[in-house]
């Protein structure tokens, strides 16, 4: 990751989160005051909103830093070593087998603690 400092928001930056924040509350109001409109034509200005606040957003300085930490993410993505199918199918089952067995053993545990219980207290539960 890259070690950028931290900026105060720039004038220019507030303004884009407003525009994006009123972008965004403009379709919710819109959708509502609008439902007797096809949903189809809703939701494409549901969608065209989106994709415009999403622009304001990232021109600004924490939507770049963003955007940088998403490529950065998809490069790291790309350099894992998934499981084959075969690998997956068999840590499954270990994992399935180590939950019976630990389940069994938290059962006759209590089992047993209940056991004592009622033989000290003469409490049946």
Not at 72 to 94: G, L
């Amino acid at each position: 990751m890259s070690a950028n400092v931290e900026q105060p928001n720039s004038g220019l930056d507030i303004v884009k989160w407003i525009v994006a924040i009123a972008l965004l509350a403009g379709a919710v109001i819109a959708n509502n005051i609008f439902e007797q409109e096809s949903v189809l034509i809703r939701a494409a200005g549901i969608v065209a909103a989106v994709v415009i606040a999403g622009f304001f957003a990232a021109t600004t300085f924490k939507g770049k830093t963003f955007l940088a930490f998403a490529k950065e993410s998809r490069t790291e993505v790309r350099k894992v070593v998934w499981p084959t199918r075969q690998e997956a199918t068999q840590t499954t089952f270990i994992i399935f087998v180590a939950t019976a067995i630990i389940a069994v053993l938290l059962y006759f545990i209590d089992m047993f603690l209940r056991w004592g219980v009622n033989f000290l207290t003469g409490v049946g539960a």
